[in-house]
């Protein structure tokens, strides 16, 4: 990943149109599709200040994002009221609140002791935040040190990638099975047509958009 672009385009400059000011509805409509037990620890990469850890927090998981930005963690628990307590480690600086931790460091620096108890995962703008090349390190170096058995929650976008320069980027179907497929069970929850939602998307030139979500299933 490129430390300068997410520090200064993203959130020093506040541009940061992927952050929501609600819950994603998709998440709330699909968690109950992985079917997990209280207390289960959910990992969310490249988590934002997102309002999706508060919600997973709320069902009573065990939440673990990770984040590059100094600004978006301290945002995060600012915003929240929250008052972590910090360490560090060689993965980055820890704060955790509760049943929240956030790490603020590379999600390429995380090891398998750390996602060892993770349950889950849950992600809605890591995927596509990254370029092909970064996708599939993504997919076979991180996601290769989930345990057998971790569930998932994967939404992605789709649309025609010569229309618009991401991130977001459009990470088609084909791909999706492909980056997934060796190691998951993928299974398809949703396909839904957003672009009218999207006058951002729109403005650009973007003459189709829709959102997947997938469940997906660590095989041992």
């Known amino acids: 990943m490129d430390p ?24 709330l409509e699909h968690w109950p599709a992985l079917a997990l037990s209280p207390g289960s620890r959910v990992f969310v990469p490249l988590a934002g ?23 978006a963690v301290a945002q995060f628990f600012d915003e929240h009221g929250l008052a ?20 603020c460091g590379d999600v390429f620096g995380l090891d398998a002791d750390v ?8 992600d809605r703008a890591a995927l596509i935040a990254l370029p092909p090349p970064l996708r ?15 569930r998932a929650l994967l939404i992605t976008l789709e649309y025609p990638p010569h229309e618009k320069r991401g991130p977001p980027f459009a990470v088609p179907e084909a791909e999706m099975r492909e980056l997934y497929g060796r190691d998951w069970q ?9 672009l009218a939602q ?10 189709a958009l829709e959102t997947v979500v997938y469940r997906l299933s660590r095989q041992a």
């Open 84 to 103: 972590p307590q910090v360490h560090h480690s060689h993965r980055g600086r820890h704060y955790r609140a509760g049943n929240i931790e956030l790490i």
């Open 49 to 71: 200040k997102s309002l999706d850890i508060v919600w997973l927090a709320a069902q009573g998981h065990r939440v673990l994002g990770v984040e590059l930005s100094p600004l």
């Open 198 to 207: 999207q006058p951002g998307f729109v403005a650009e030139g973007v003459s």
């Open 4 to 27: 300068d672009f997410w520090h200064q385009r993203c959130w020093r400059e506040g541009r940061t149109g992927f952050h929501q000011d609600r819950p994603t509805p998709l998440l």
């Open 115 to 122: 996602l060892a108890d993770c349950a889950a995962v849950y």
């Open 136 to 150: 599939r390190r993504y997919v076979r170096e991180l996601h290769a040190l989930l345990p057998a058995g971790c």
């Open 186 to 194: 993928v299974e398809t929850l949703e396909r839904r047509d957003i």
